[in-house]
């Protein structure tokens, strides 16, 4: 008895929708890159429930008659290639010709379409894969796709599905993206009923950036010009130090129009700027390649997300130098925001009486300096505590600190301070940055946090998947003492801060709390736990190469003494060392 059988078309096509249709914006991407091809100069991109319930994408594209359409429900039906030959050449987004027939079956789909020339289009609905019914009708040149009740025919399909919410922020992200690969398209995206995007369509790259991330972005932007070699160019812009962010969600790559994920180009790009980015930050980038078809392989997933170059080399090694050149041409000064003049006049002041360097050669060190290799070598030189063991945790009770003589710094970094028996070497940022963290993470337990007004308040900017994030956790911000309230478009007014945080960086800060909301898979909330909290105190801790006046350094060691904080940073790095008199003692060979 035959064991082998050929499965019905019903079948075969829900098995490919299962590789095309992951989540609305699968979808979204499909029907966006049909219109790209089409020839449109305007698409319109309409969503309900995060894409379930409705997804309308209208184009004014070159339409197709009754044969073209009905044909395109038909799997491997496609106008953009011909035999396998094309597949070393393929110039158009879309070749498989898998999308609509895919999309129709696991929706309720209709299509309506009419060509330039043509007194009227058609209108055809699909559902479940099959046409339910074809009628001419009277429609404006171009095509609409109205997609309704995602996954109705295989609900349990829809458990994988997140909130709404979630699935519209994956949207705004894929759109953000198609909008950057394609400045002379015209896109605009709605979301139940509210305007997310629109960018303008005028072909030029900087307008299209700014419809996604908004205007006070362009101050931080380096061009790459356009630099052609044998076919190949690349154009495009990466931020400035100040765009850096905790994870590669900001880097963005087109190949020949085409958005892909490729880890070469984000290695290429790191390593071009790693002279100037700091440890766990990653670049901003929006860059373009373009080289001829026949030099990329598109054709290895049905995402076509990756692809493979055939000269990798050549293609790294290209990117690499227009970046660096890029760079170069345009060095990154960093403004100070929070000392006022008085303030570093008083600061100087006092420094230049009290500040005593170990080594007066090296009085201005090097800003470039490896923080890391330094903190590393403190580790080795202590055990190693881990903030998250209590039990582990070691509280200043070896000294008075506030009876300690203060000598001064070491490398405008370490505090010296000594007893009758000891000298103290204090990492200064690992000290202020503990203090903080206990401080803040007290404060939201018991609910006692109290906000620093700001005048005037502080407008941010934020993308649409973030301003979705920021309303979803809304209640968490104002738990910790964060007064936000929307502002209009992507934009959040912020009236007020934890007052601990006064003299922060809010941009900085917010920036750093939303890059982290990806890594928390299945958590409907951003809930400011310990390594949020870490990072907020990071960010206003007193950095290394800060020159702290006695008076402050005075304050710190009574704040350590009072506090009875752990001897570790809240990364698990020792505050500091100490080294006994007998030992200095020895070391010199004064004793045996």
């Keep these: 008895m035959a064991v082998i059988r ?4 019903r079948t075969v096509n829900q098995i490919a929708a299962g590789e095309v249709v992951e989540r609305p914006a699968s979808i979204v991407k499909e029907l966006v890159e049909n219109s790209i091809d089409a020839g449109a100069s305007a698409i319109t991109v309409e969503i309900e429930q995060g894409g379930v319930s409705l997804i309308r994408v209208t184009d004014n594209g070159i339409g197709m008659d009754r044969d073209d359409a009905e044909m395109s429900f038909h799997r491997h039906a496609t106008s953009k290639i011909s035999d396998a030959d094309d597949l070393d050449r393929i110039n158009s987004l879309g070749f498989r010709g898998e999308a609509l027939a895919s999309i129709a079956a696991v929706t309720q789909l209709e299509m309506i379409t009419r060509q330039p020339e043509a007194v009227s289009g058609w209108h055809i609905i699909n559902h479940g894969g099959q046409i339910i019914d074809i009628s001419e009708t009277g429609c404006p040149e171009g095509t609409t796709v109205l997609v309704r009740n ?3 025919n295989t609900p349990a399909r829809l458990k994988f599905l997140k909130s709404s919410r979630s699935e519209a922020a994956a949207v705004s992200d894929l759109l953000a993206k198609l909008i950057l690969a394609n400045p002379s398209v015209s896109i605009k995206y709605i979301s139940n009923g509210s305007t997310v995007y629109h960018s303008p369509g005028n072909g030029r790259l900087l307008s299209a950036i700014i419809s996604v ?9 380096i061009p790459v010009e356009t630099h052609q070699e044998n076919g190949l160019t690349v154009s495009g812009f990466i931020g400035k130090p100040a765009l850096y962010r905790s994870n590669r969600t900001h880097q963005s790559f087109y190949v020949n129009s085409r958005y892909v994920r490729s880890p070469l180009l984000s290695q290429c790009i790191e390593e071009a700027v790693k002279e100037q980015t700091m440890i766990n930050r990653f670049p901003w980038c929006v860059i373009k390649i373009a080289l001829p078809a026949a030099e990329v392989d598109v054709n290895v997933h049905p995402s076509k997300t990756e692809i493979r170059f055939r000269n990798p080399a050549a293609v790294s090694g290209f990117l690499s130098a227009a970046i660096k050149k890029a760079v170069m041409a345009a060095p990154y000064v960093p403004a100070v925001f929070h000392t006022s003049s008085s303030d570093h006049k008083h600061h100087h002041k006092e420094q230049k009486a009290v500040n005593v360097n170990v080594d007066k050669q090296n009085e201005y060190p090097p800003k470039s300096e490896n923080e890391s290799n330094r903190k590393a070598i403190q580790e080795e030189m202590l055990p190693k505590y881990g903030m998250k063991n209590e039990e582990g945790d070691h509280t ?5 600190f506030m009876k300690l003589n203060i000598i001064g710094t070491a ?8 007893s009758d028996t000891e000298l103290y070497i204090i990492d200064q940022h690992a000290a202020h940055e503990r203090l903080i963290y206990e401080q803040l993470k007290k404060s939201i337990m018991k609910q006692e946090v109290v906000s620093q007004q700001l005048l005037p308040p502080f407008i941010l900017e934020v993308t649409h998947d973030e301003f979705i994030a920021v309303t979803d956790n809304m209640e968490s911000f104002l738990t910790v003492g964060f007064e936000i309230e929307p502002f209009g478009g992507k934009s959040f007014l912020i009236r007020g801060i934890p007052v601990i945080l006064k003299e922060a960086n809010i941009s900085e800060i917010f920036h750093e709390l939303l890059d982290r909301t990806d890594s928390r898979t299945g958590q409907a909330k951003l809930l400011l736990q310990d390594e949020d909290i870490i990072k907020v105190s990071c960010k206003k801790a007193v950095k290394a190469h800060d020159r702290l006046s006695q008076q402050e350094i005075r304050s710190l060691l009574k704040d350590m003494d009072e506090k009875r904080i752990p001897l570790t940073c809240p990364h698990g790095r020792p505050i500091l060392i100490s080294m006994s008199k007998y030992e200095l003692e020895k070391k010199f060979k004064r004793i045996q």
């Design 6 to 9: 050929k499965l019905d078309n």
């Design 150 to 152: 995602l996954f109705y």
């Design 213 to 221: 991330y908004g205007k006070n972005i362009k101050s931080d932007l």
């Design 396 to 400: 200043i009770n070896v000294s008075d």
């Design 411 to 418: 490398f405008s970094t370490f505090i010296l301070a000594e």
